[in-house]
T-cell receptor
């Protein structure tokens, strides 16, 4: 099993629908992140959480919300999806004090809003 | 937003060639630096960390120049399997900040 699992892998949804992307990890890391990737724009941070009671907005949080249900689970919601939220979404984890080890990423969720 | 700038390429090189990627960052408080590799439609994977003293991992060498806020990655003896996008990454605060990536295509 993967260390960081994202579901679904692919999703097509309609404008205005609410959708949740889920992320779970078995690495025991406290820190979790949601990024989106668009062609030509690189990865941009949406939200991050350093523990269950800590949620922080990233660079592009508008239109998104998150829930940290447990240390191992971090969900991203689009309350009312719009076409410019079509992107590849990645969840990542890290442990404090492991700055030299970078992040572990999930395999991504490809979301299309039509 | 603190910027990480990379030449997007693409870099097309023959097998066996040496290729160098460069990156600049704007956050003088950045603490950690990395190169990540990303294959098409896949997740980024850590290639190597970057240290001021320079570091090498097989055919890959990374350098950091804090005074110039410049990072480099050198790939020697390129393989077909090196074809990917290489992401320059800095961490100056709470999360990793990614460059847009440099595309490498190694041809037979």
């Amino acid at each position: 099993d993967a260390d960081v699992t994202q579901t679904p892998r692919n999703r097509i949804t309609k404008t205005g629908k609410r959708i949740m992307l889920e992320c779970s990890q078995t690495k025991g890391h406290d820190r979790m992140y949601w990024y989106r990737q668009d062609p030509g724009l690189g990865l941009r941070l949406i939200y991050y959480s350093f523990d269950v009671k800590d949620i922080n907005k990233g660079e592009i949080s508008d239109g998104y919300s998150v829930s940290r249900q447990a240390q191992a689970k971090f969900s991203l919601s689009l309350e009312s999806a719009i076409p410019n939220q079509t992107a590849l979404y990645f969840c990542a984890t890290s442990a404090p004090g492991q700055g030299t080890y970078g992040y572990t990423f999930g395999s991504g969720t490809r979301l299309t809003v039509v | 937003r603190k910027e990480v700038e990379q030449d997007p390429g693409p870099f097309n090189v023959p097998e066996g060639a040496t290729v160098a990627f460069n990156c600049t960052y704007s956050n003088s408080a950045s603490q950690s630096f990395f190169w990540y590799r990303q294959d098409c439609r896949k997740e980024p994977k850590l290639l190597m960390s970057v240290y001021s003293s320079g570091n090498e991992d097989g055919r890959f060498t990374a350098q950091l120049n804090r005074a110039s806020q410049y990072i480099s990655l050198l790939i020697r003896d390129s393989k077909l399997s090196d074809s990917a996008t290489y992401l320059c990454v800095e961490k100056g605060g709470y999360a990793l900040n990614f460059g847009k990536g440099t595309s490498l295509l190694v041809t037979p």
